[in-house]
């Protein structure tokens, strides 16, 4: 067998063992059903008058303008909490047998990122068939719409790296807040309940900066057939994937010097 | 070429002690090698360095030919292993973890699947193979440990305390089966333990290690014989020549500390002065009651050695940092 096949193989293996033991959990499987859907509710029918403000000119409406925020806000914390998985890995041991077993370590971030992928591809089924019944808008040719997840999934991957740095670092349960907090912060400070126009003073400062921001404006135009930044939104991917690909990599390397 | 050769290896933890301090040893292929040491003596630090799965400090060791160091991809794939606390994850079923850990050593369909049967069925798992490990015994997680390090056919194989928690039908079982390696499919195995029993049953080689340096190593007859003396010790039937009796004895040997109806004494030669013993009591008209003799044992090594006895000698009665 080649290196790669086998590696191959080890990225399969753990994907497989990580995706099964999350469907057969119900106590997994329903919160990552349930926390979207109660942001969609919360946000999508208690604040769709904002459809009449003035100044708010999302041609889809209120309802796809918070579908598309809920996307990738399901799809990157579906990246963190693989972090909560291999985390605890490292806490009952099982994580020395997949170090142990696995020539190439760099299938172990692979496979659990693919798992983390498959979990996330599954929420956005969810929350998008529920979106449909609530009645958002498809504004974007096929195209469009194809790139938009593909965004969406993508932006997994940012999550998923990122707390695969901290469970490596630090292999202990207690440190998950440290996955989400940084994630809860980038995501409320992007222009989540009104479009980025409409919003003043600091707030709008770091907006403009923030690269959630092209995330959700570039997923948001995607979805609404307009133009918006795009390019940037991929460019955000990029270079995040890269940097937070390094800080998954040199945890992974911690943690085999532990 | 040796399978496991280890020089001048160090592990020193952070805010801990030198776990490792300094060990070397070679153990050849097909040999099994019994790692003996109390609690806290640093046999899994070993293992878990000669695993890949902890850096050394310093030093060096190869396994299989290749650098632990150097070389960790080459060396996991030549090495099978179960470490102290058997890793299962309690929502996949046995025949689910051999699906797993196939994967991880790249193997997959008709044949993984053969060798998974044949294997669960070797460690008597089969039937309980679909059920959730979350419901198995201490002993049947040990034993589908067992299989998984075994499932990739290495040459060599790790275990770390394999029986501690076995009842003793389950203990011999997996002695039987660790021997069987060893014999029949040439497996070099590197085992720990802290039953002098088990270690001499089973290796080939002991390296008995205190405070992370290995104080003795040898076969267990070597180190027996090294200690060398039995022992003896005599119960006269009438208590009150107990002192008569402990002055009849020391011209055989150095007195023992014993309870107060017996007398013991190091033998200074040879088995062959029961006998002349046994003369000279009855020269002074001492009934003997009970007379035991007792070969030396691995403990009575490690006592010469380290001046403890092994059992009950560890972590907890001793100087060093508390394990957490
Ligand atoms: N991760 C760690 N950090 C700090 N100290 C450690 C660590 N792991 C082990 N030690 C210390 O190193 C020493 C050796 O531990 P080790 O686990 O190797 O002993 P052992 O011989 O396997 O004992 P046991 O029979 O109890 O399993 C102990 O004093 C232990 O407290
Ligand atoms: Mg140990």
Redesign the interface.
């Known amino acids: ?1 080649t290196g790669f ?3 191959l ?2 990225v ?3 994907t ?2 990580q995706s ?2 999350f469907f ?2 119900p106590a997994l499987v329903l919160p990552s059903l349930l926390f979207p859907m109660l942001f969609f509710a919360a946000f999508a029918g208690g604040l769709s008058d904002l459809n009449r403000i003035p100044g708010f000119d999302y041609e889809p409406g209120y309802t796809t303008f918070q579908y598309v925020f809920v996307l990738f806000q399901s799809s990157m914390f579906g990246g963190i909490f693989i972090g909560f998985a291999v985390a605890r890995d490292f806490e ?13 370590r760099s ?1 172990i971030i692979c496979g659990y990122g693919l798992a983390a992928l498959v979990r996330s591809a599954f929420t956005i089924v969810f929350v998008t068939i529920v979106a449909l019944v609530a009645g958002i808008n498809v504004l974007g040719s096929p195209g469009q719409i194809v790139l938009l997840f593909l965004l969406a999934l993508t932006s997994n991957i940012l999550g998923s790296l990122w707390a695969l740095g901290i469970a490596f670092r630090f292999q202990t349960l207690s440190v998950t807040p440290l996955m989400q907090i940084p994630f809860f912060i980038l995501l409320f400070l992007a222009p989540v309940y009104v479009p980025i126009q409409l919003l003043r003073g600091w707030i709008r400062h770091v907006a403009d900066v923030n690269p959630v921001t092209f995330l959700l404006e570039g997923g948001r135009a995607l979805m609404a057939g307009t133009t918006g930044p795009i390019v940037t939104a991929w460019l955000v991917i990029l270079i995040g994937g890269i940097v937070l690909g390094i800080w998954s990599l040199t945890g992974l390397r911690a943690a ?3 | 070429m040796s399978a496991i050769e280890v020089r001048g290896l160090v592990r020193e933890f952070k805010k801990g002690p030198r776990a490792v301090d300094g060990i070397d040893l070679t153990v050849a292929e097909g040999e099994i090698y019994g790692f003996l040491g109390p609690n806290g003596a640093g046999k899994s630090t070993a293992v878990l360095m000669l695993t890949t799965l902890l850096p050394p400090t310093s030093g060096t060791a190869t396994v299989a030919g290749f650098d632990i160091v150097k070389q960790g991809p080459q060396v996991r794939a030549s090495i099978g292993a179960a470490l102290q606390e058997a890793a299962l994850d309690r929502f996949l079923t046995g025949r689910e973890h051999i699906k797993l850990q196939g994967s991880l050593h790249g193997m997959k369909g008709a044949d993984l699947k053969q060798r998974g049967n044949d294997l669960l069925e070797r460690v008597g798992l089969t039937d309980a193979a679909d059920r959730k490990v979350g419901g198995y015994s201490g002993g049947m997680k040990r034993r589908l440990d067992l299989a998984l390090a075994l499932l990739h056919s290495p040459r060599v194989l790790f275990l770390d305390e394999p029986t501690t928690g076995l009842d003793p039908q389950s203990r011999s079982a997996l002695w039987d089966e660790v021997a069987r390696l060893s014999r029949e499919d040439g497996v070099t195995v590197f085992l720990t333990t802290q039953y002098l029993e088990e270690a001499d049953a089973l290796a080939n080689r002991v390296g008995i290690i205190d405070h992370g340096t290995i104080v003795v190593e040898g076969t267990p007859d070597e180190l027996k014989a090294e200690v060398g003396r039995s022992s003896v010790e005599i119960e006269p039937h009438d208590a009150a020549r107990l002192a008569d009796l402990e002055r009849a004895l020391t011209p055989f040997g150095e007195p023992m500390v014993t309870r107060g109806t017996s007398a013991s004494i190091r033998l200074n030669e040879g088995v062959g002065d029961v006998t002349a013993i046994v003369r000279a009591l009855d020269a002074q008209g001492i009934v003997v009651h009970q007379l035991r003799l007792r070969e030396p044992t691995l403990d009575d090594v490690f006592l010469e050695k380290t001046g403890r006895s092994l059992e009950g000698s560890g972590d907890n009665d001793e100087d060093e940092t508390p394990s957490a």
Not at chain 1, 92 to 98: H, I, K, P, S
């Open positions: 067998m096949s086998h590696w193989t080890a399969k293996g753990i497989w063992r099964s033991s057969k959990n009952n041991g099982f994580a020395r047998r997949l170090m142990i077993a696995t020539p190439r299938a085999e010097k532990r």
